[in-house]
């Protein structure tokens, strides 16, 4: 059973341009979080997904950011025209139930 | 809102050393508690849990014990490797999450390197 997948693992972007990272939970998990590390910061949670369903985007910032799991396919988190203040590492987590499984993250750049 | 505050790191420590990383939260209701370690070019992995006041999670020789008169879960291992040299992470799950435990609140994260 693979682990959870994301991709890419380093993406660069200008500023102004759009950013999609893609999460493809384990196999059976219908649970998908993203979570976002500032430089020097610990991990902050942004969105809570279930299949086809947004169940928490409490920490998504109100513009710009979106984010969605459809019935097939990854999950994909989608930042547009980014910033420089963007830029950080970004985890994906799936679950079945209570534990949470963490991808290695993608690591979004904007020169 | 919920808050987990660990220790600053880097933490260096010689092999076969103590290690004590401290972790205190402040959190409404009765969260579960929780170290994740991340190795280098790693996600995220488990390493221990706690449930409930009292409850002691342990793993891989590392050891937390929940103590809520103190708001503590203090990570402990007698004895380090250098495999051991990670960051990890104190976190707490959302006492008031719906349906899942998976809703984190992260401190910032403790880098601990073991030399030989």
């Known amino acids: 059973n693979a682990g959870v997948m994301q991709n890419p693992r380093h993406l660069v972007r200008r500023r102004g341009q759009e950013a999609r990272l893609r999460c493809s939970p384990m196999?059976?998990?219908?649970?998908v979080y993203w979570y976002r590390q500032l430089p020097e910061e610990g991990l902050k949670f942004m969105v809570y997904l279930q299949k086809e369903n947004i169940i928490d985007e409490s920490g998504m910032p109100k513009e710009r950011f979106s984010a969605e799991f459809p019935k097939e396919g990854p999950s994909i988190l989608r930042i547009q025209q980014v910033v420089r203040g963007d830029s950080a590492a970004y985890f994906c987590?799936?679950?079945?139930?209570?534990?949470?499984?963490f991808g290695q993250g993608t690591r979004l750049t904007v020169v | 809102g919920d808050s987990v505050t660990q220790m600053e790191g880097p933490v260096t420590l010689s092999e076969e050393a103590f290690l004590t990383i401290n972790c205190t939260y402040t959190a409404t209701g009765y969260p579960s508690l929780f170290w994740y370690v991340q190795y280098p070019g790693e996600g995220l992995q488990l390493l221990l849990k706690?449930?409930?006041?009292?409850d002691k999670g342990s793993n891989k020789g590392f050891e937390a014990t929940y103590r809520k008169e103190t708001t503590s879960f203090h990570l402990e291992k007698g004895s380090v490797q250098v495999s051991d040299s990670a960051v990890y992470f104190c976190?707490?799950?959302?006492?008031?999450?719906?349906?899942?435990?998976?809703?984190?609140?992260f401190g910032t994260g403790t880098r601990l390197q073991v030399t030989l």
């Open positions: 196999k059976g998990h219908s649970h």
């Open positions: 976190a707490l799950s959302d006492p008031l999450g719906t349906g899942t435990a998976s809703k984190l609140t």
């Open positions: 706690a449930t409930k006041a009292d």
């Open positions: 987590a799936s679950s079945p139930s209570e534990e949470a499984f």
